[in-house]
């Protein structure tokens, strides 16, 4: 069973950088595309970015393109996620998840983290 353990998230004001790490456990990480899945109070659980098994491609949402970016160790069993320029509407619980497919849908990944909170002030 792949285990998955967030940290890194804490309070930024608008404009600033965080880079929330999620480490894994369990199956062999490179065997799993990696993605990261912001939950705003009160909405559904939406896609921001994925990355590939080996790291060579990764995918964003629009709104996020130039300002995140995704990456991952496999020797650490560690996946990234850079998010600099950071807006007010970004705040939400980070979840990251792993899934043998590379999909965009939150409802398609089969193992998830248990989320840290990234708070955005004015």
């Known amino acids: 069973q792949v285990q998955r353990v967030e940290s890194g998230g804490g309070l930024v004001q608008a404009g600033g950088s965080l880079s929330p790490p999620c480490a894994a456990s369990g199956r062999p990480f490179s065997r799993y595309v990696m993605g990261w899945f912001p939950q705003a109070s009160g909405k559904e659980r939406e896609f921001v970015a994925a990355?590939?098994?080996?790291?060579?491609?990764?995918n964003y949402a629009d709104y996020v393109k130039g300002r995140f970016t995704i990456s991952r160790d496999n020797s650490k069993n560690t996946v990234f996620l850079q998010m600099n320029s950071l807006k007010l509407e970004d705040a939400a619980v980070y979840y990251c998840?792993?899934?043998?497919?590379?999909?965009?849908?939150?409802?398609?990944?089969?193992?998830w983290g248990q989320g840290t909170q990234v708070t955005v002030s004015s």
């Open positions: 990355i590939s098994w080996g790291g060579s491609t990764p």
């Open positions: 998840a792993a899934d043998p497919l590379f999909r965009n849908y939150a409802g398609d990944y089969e193992f």
